[in-house]
């Protein structure tokens, strides 16, 4: 049983580029968080899906940030006009239904030079 | 109200030493305590849960302690090895599926042979 996968591992972009993260849950998973690590701090809530449907996006800057999980695919997770303050590891959890124990991918590496 | 303060911010034991980390929260409708650790590169990893029916939960070499009424959760591991030497995460949520973790800020424990 696979786990929690993420790509790109790293993700480098200029100041008002474009970085789309992606994130396929477990197996069996229909529910997606996302995270946020700055560095040499604890990871922050940014948003929670499940499938077609955002279901808590409080964590979630109020501008450039987006995030779906499609019908079909993987999770992805937008930021628009990256600054380099956007520079930060980002992790993808999933969880079954019912049980609520998340599960971490491996993270995306975000550098905006 | 949905903090969660971990301590120490970082932690030197000897192989076979008992390191301890601390954390308190504040929020009394979080009924779910994971530990998790994270090696550098990596996703964090659950390591173990408690929830606040019990006082202690032990599994290997790491044991939980929970005070309820004064709502604090402690790691500690036995016998420590430089294996063990990473960061770890405590963190709390409502049980419910789709509960968003907030986490401590985390202790970065190095195990010196």
């Known amino acids: 049983n696979a786990g929690v996968m993420q790509n790109p591992r790293h993700l480098v972009r200029r100041r008002g580029q474009e970085a789309r993260l992606r994130c396929s849950p477990m197996?069996?998973?229909?529910?997606v968080y996302w995270y946020r690590q700055l560095p040499e701090e604890g990871l922050k809530f940014m948003v929670y899906?499940?499938?077609?449907?955002?279901?808590?996006e409080s964590g979630m800057p109020k501008e450039r940030f987006s995030a779906e999980f499609p019908k079909e695919g993987p999770s992805i997770l937008r930021i628009q006009q990256v600054v380099r303050g956007d520079s930060a590891a980002y992790f993808c959890?999933?969880?079954?239904?019912?049980?609520?124990?998340?599960?971490f991918g491996p993270g995306t590496r975000l550098l905006v030079l | 109200q949905q903090q969660v303060k971990q301590s120490p911010q970082s932690l030197i034991v000897q192989k076979g030493g008992i390191p301890i980390i601390n954390c308190a929260y504040e929020?009394?409708?979080?009924?779910?305590f994971p530990w998790y650790q994270q090696f550098p590169g990596k996703g964090p990893a659950l390591l173990i849960a408690?929830?606040?029916?019990?006082s202690e939960k032990k599994e290997g070499r790491f044991t939980i302690s929970f005070n309820k009424s004064a709502k604090q959760f402690s790691l500690h591991i036995m016998d420590s090895q430089p294996g063990d030497s990473a960061t770890y995460f405590c963190?709390?949520?409502?049980?419910?599926?789709?509960?968003?973790?907030?986490f401590g800020e985390g202790t970065q424990l190095t195990v010196n042979p």
């Open positions: 959890a999933s969880s079954p239904p019912v049980v609520g124990t998340q599960y």
């Open positions: 197996k069996g998973h229909s529910h």
């Open positions: 899906l499940q499938k077609e449907n955002i279901i808590d």
């Open positions: 929020n009394t409708a979080f009924d779910y």
């Open positions: 408690i929830r606040p029916d019990v």
């Open positions: 963190a709390a949520s409502k049980e419910t599926s789709g509960s968003r973790l907030t």
